[in-house]
């Protein structure tokens, strides 16, 4: 039975990859965070934040929290790239 010990799928997909997973977790991690502080408005400041809790202003703090999670992984996207190990090279 044979097993691979490298990345078969290329630079680009390599990137893509961990470009992905990171803009998937740091929007889920924004996403949790803005909702958590519209819950505690809606509760703690329920009169006060009313006009601050439309759709328009969800769209574009969803918005927001999108281009953030893009800006936050731009820097693995451009500097993830695929290494060589020991261990696969002596395989």
């Not at 819950?39 to 999108?66: D, F, G, K, N, Q």
């Amino acid at each position: 039975m044979s097993r691979v010990q490298e990345w078969v799928f290329g630079q680009t997909v390599c990137q893509l990859y961990y470009a992905t997973t990171g803009l998937n977790w740091f929007t889920a991690v924004f996403t949790v965070t803005v909702l958590s502080a519209d819950r505690y408005a809606a509760v703690c400041h329920a009169l006060s934040s009313t006009p601050y809790r439309t759709p328009t202003v969800a769209l574009t703090a969803s918005a927001c929290i999108w281009l953030l999670s893009l800006l936050v992984v731009t820097p693995v996207y451009v500097y993830a790239k695929t290494v060589c190990s020991a261990l696969s090279m002596s395989a």
